[in-house]
């Protein structure tokens, strides 16, 4: 997310017609502590393909058929997808028509398919559906454009989906939208079709991710193609309206630069696309982070700069490939991607011990609210709390010292290889660095990651490090 301190179509295009049955509440759910409402435990979904059809002429209205491919953990008479708004056409399970299905609480989309589904098996279901996209995630911008990005909720604003970062799947985009537009989304560009005025524009990510970073981005875009030294594609999207000038342009030169440094700390870039999404302001209160790690192509809000683009392609490391088990687990991304901020810092001369921790720590040691976050479990709405990213980065340089640099970057390189990819906790990452530099590190961690008040000396200001005058 961000870093904190730097800085219709037509129904016919999808022939809807609109109709809903009834079914019983869902019977499996609740995977997160934080949000037990979201997620549905009882299957893994292992592909989502999403449809869209999307007229900015019409903006209260978004055209979807999504099909989600997934294998049931446990027999299931009923089941529940996350989906916000909307009215839904039709369900189908493995190509029948769903028995019964229905809205409850605040997002969920409950079905009863015809049968039921055996435990182990992998299903199919259809969804069809149109109406008003949430603002939670969908946002209209300033160009006259939309983009979808949010955390910890984006997804349910646009397709239906298990919204819960542990289930992570691979994706297809296909997006209809007027002949002039450009759909930009995750992953790789597929064929592009056009006829009777509206182009189809399509994406693959066929790597797993989680429901929160995926988008698609609607505008009138600049979009700037190139390449990796090994090839991998670089595609680069600024909003109408963005100034492309000189400032942009050496921005986005400096994406394989920044993507190259960040490989050399944190291990091979974990993804088949890079680039970015430049979008313009959104035009309603909030309109989301101003910028987000969607995965391989970090969406940035008004301007692309190197401060930005560090952190947001750091958490293609942290946080994308290597995703949370749930909600406590935000400084596993948060707390490495800013301290990449100081790490690009060092690369261009700075020293990280005199300059910002000495710094940072004797500006905060007589206020008791920059330490009373937990940054592990900070709490149900504390999930991104800014501590992560102060704190946070604090931790991970007092870690740094505390082990030296090759158990340190070590740790780092074996997290994104072990588990690249998949999920893993914060206690996975301290058991993990203790394991790598061969020591106890509960005392440091109960003082900075579980702690709510100034470490004890002898972790606040381990190897090097020293007060500051």
């Given amino acids: 997310m961000r870093r904190i301190h730097r800085r219709a179509l037509v129904a016919a295009a999808l022939g809807l017609a609109l109709t809903v049955t009834a079914a019983p509440a869902q019977a499996v759910g609740a995977v997160d502590p934080y949000y037990p409402e979201d997620g549905n435990a009882g299957y893994d979904v292992a592909d989502y393909d999403v449809r869209i059809a999307y007229d900015p002429a019409q903006p209260d209205r978004l055209n979807g058929d999504t ?27 493995n190509g029948a028509p769903a028995k019964a299905f229905s809205r409850s609480g605040a997002h969920k989309l409950d079905v009863e398919p015809a049968r039921r589904v055996s435990g182990g098996s992998v299903f199919r279901v259809r969804v069809v559906y149109a109406g008003k996209p949430d603002p939670e995630g969908w946002h209209r911008l300033a160009s006259g454009g939309v983009n979808a990005m949010g955390e910890p909720h984006s997804a349910t604003s646009w397709f239906p989906s298990n919204d819960h970062p542990s289930d992570k799947a691979t994706f297809s985009l296909a997006a209809t939208v007027p002949d002039g537009w450009t759909a930009i989304g ?43 030294p090994d090839g991998t594609p670089v595609i680069t999207a600024f909003g109408a309206g963005l100034p492309v000038d000189a400032d942009a342009l050496a921005a986005e030169a400096q994406q394989p630069e920044i993507l190259a440094f960040l490989a050399s700390k944190f291990g091979p870039y974990p993804f088949s696309s890079a680039g970015a999404i430049v979008r313009s302001w959104p035009t309603e209160p909030g309109g989301g982070a101003p910028d987000l790690e969607t995965q391989g192509r970090p969406t940035y809000t008004g301007i692309l700069w190197d401060a930005a683009i560090v952190h947001e392609n750091a958490h293609q490391w942290f946080g994308d490939s290597v995703s949370f088990t749930d909600w406590r687990d935000g400084c596993i991304a948060e707390c490495v991607a800013q301290y990449a ?66 158990a340190f970057f070590g740790t780092l390189r074996r997290w994104t290889a072990e588990h690249a990819y998949g999920n893993a906790s914060f206690p996975q990452f301290e058991a993990l660095a203790a394991k790598v530099s061969g020591r106890d590190l509960k005392g440091f961690f109960d003082a900075w990651a579980h702690g709510t008040t100034v470490p004890a000396k002898e972790y606040l200001y381990p190897g090097s490090l020293a007060p500051l005058g």
């Fill in 186 to 228: 995750n992953g790789v560009p597929g064929p592009t079709t056009a006829g009777g005025g509206t182009t189809t524009f399509r994406w693959r990510e066929d790597r797993p991710m989680a429901t929160y970073l995926a988008t698609v981005a609607v505008d009138r875009f600049t979009v700037h193609r190139s390449a990796l």
């Fill in 67 to 93: 099909t989600v491919t997934a294998r049931a953990l446990r027999p299931l008479e009923r089941f529940s997808l996350d989906l916000k708004g909307f009215q839904v056409a039709s369900v189908t399970v």
């Fill in 341 to 406: 901020n100081q790490l690009w810092d060092e690369h261009q001369g700075a020293n990280l011990d005199t300059g910002f921790y000495a710094r940072n720590v004797k500006e905060n040691l007589g206020n008791p609210s920059y330490w009373s976050t937990r940054l592990y479990d900070p709490g149900r709405g504390d999930e991104l709390a800014p501590a992560l990213y102060l704190k946070g980065s604090l931790m991970m340089h007092a870690l740094r010292r505390t082990v030296g640099d090759e």
